[in-house]
């Protein structure tokens, strides 16, 4: 099986003011499940959600390097399973510097990559390599670690501070598109966002010109990772290989679930990213990571990979480790989840889809 949607980097490869002086030294003080959990009950949700995910970062960075990461990982799976690992490159949200730049952590998925080479070892890791507008020389950088190295895919992340469609971008994208390699983009509300200032020329689409109003930074990233950022980009590159993370996200799910429609605005993205997937003039997937660790949703995906046959194709397992450990155990998450879909939808979706996706096949 392969699991399409893991994280392995460390504290390394964090900016230093990721998270704000006074909620670093709280999470490092006092932190706990016990308390979070307080938080919680008492309705604390945002500062519940943001110290969880700080929490959860700092119990597995604790574990030490990428590779200790990466083994950790893989002890919760039969032997034989491959993990598409995705790298972060945060040094340009303007969070402050990171400790070690993209690079070293590229290198040190290339060193694991290395010592995990084949199926026939129990753990098999196939990184991609991480694109952000800003940094330079990028698409030869992409080419180095796909061509050289033998990465399997790149990692997009608009909330970082770009639309999807950035110009800086389409070289990657012709790259891409031309010799099939695939791309996933985080497509989910939330997430690791820009710090730095909007400016009108950061708030404005680059390819309709339509300039975004104002919003904290935080909400802002709504507007760079929506789903209907990307239909221009796909009309352009209709052969691109491209997964769309998260599925919508939990909470677009619930839109779904508890919403009457009056028009096409009112749609949950959970709905934009299955429209895009199944249109068939598109090279789209989706992958359920982090969004399916509730149990509530289980019948909905298999209702619809029942339904709907291009989608059933085009859907990937995947986790989201680390982040998933917020909420269950990676056993837990894909066991259950075996349980429910049956061994046939469960092999397409961890063993069809994903080698269709990585060219594996």
Not at 57 to 68: A, V
Not at 200 to 209: I, L
Not at 217 to 225: E, H
Not at 274 to 299: E, F, M, P, Q, R
Request: proline share 5%; charged share 25%; with cysteine.
């Amino acid at each position: 099986m392969i699991n399409v949607h893991t994280h392995i980097f460390n504290q390394d490869f964090v900016p230093v003011k990721f998270l704000p002086v006074w909620l670093k030294a709280l999470a490092h003080v006092i932190i706990s499940k016990r308390l979070l959990q307080f938080f919680k009950i008492i309705k604390l949700n945002g500062l519940y959600n943001l110290l969880n995910r700080y929490y959860t970062f700092m119990e597995i960075s604790k574990k030490g390097s990428q590779e200790d990461i990466f083994i950790h990982l893989s002890g919760f799976y039969p032997t034989g399973t491959s993990f598409v690992t995705l790298p972060m490159d945060m040094k340009f949200m303007r969070a402050g510097k990171v400790i070690k730049d993209l690079e070293e952590q590229l290198q040190e998925l290339k060193h694991i990559k290395e010592k995990y080479p084949t199926m026939d070892h129990p753990y098999r890791i196939l990184p991609f390599v991480f694109a952000h507008p800003e940094r330079p020389k990028l698409l030869d950088l992409i080419k180095e670690y796909i061509e050289v190295h033998k990465f399997s895919g790149i990692k997009i992340y608009p909330a970082l501070g770009y639309f999807p469609h950035d110009p800086r971008l389409e070289k990657v994208y012709v790259y891409a598109e031309k010799n099939s390699i695939p791309i996933l983009t985080h497509c989910t509300r939330g997430g690791v966002f820009y710090k730095g200032k909007l400016t009108k020329e950061k708030r404005t689409d680059p390819r309709t010109g339509r300039e975004f109003e104002k919003k904290p930074k935080a909400a802002f990233t709504d507007v760079f990772s929506d789903p209907d950022r990307y239909e221009g980009l796909l009309n352009d590159f209709p052969n691109l290989k491209m997964c769309f993370a998260h599925f919508g996200g939990a909470s677009e799910w619930d839109i779904f679930l508890t919403n009457s429609w009056k028009d096409e605005s009112d749609k949950s993205w959970f709905s934009k990213v299955t429209k895009i997937v199944s249109n068939s003039k598109w090279n789209a997937y989706t992958d359920i990571s982090y969004t399916l660790h509730n149990s509530k949703y289980y019948g909905m995906l298999k209702a619809f990979l029942e339904s709907n046959n291009r989608l059933k194709q085009r859907v990937l397992f995947g986790t989201d480790y680390y982040m998933t450990e917020q909420e269950t155990s990676e056993r837990s998450f894909g066991i259950n989840l075996k349980g429910f879909l049956g061994e046939k939808l469960w092999n397409q979706i961890t063993v069809e889809n994903p080698m269709t996706f990585l060219n594996l096949k």
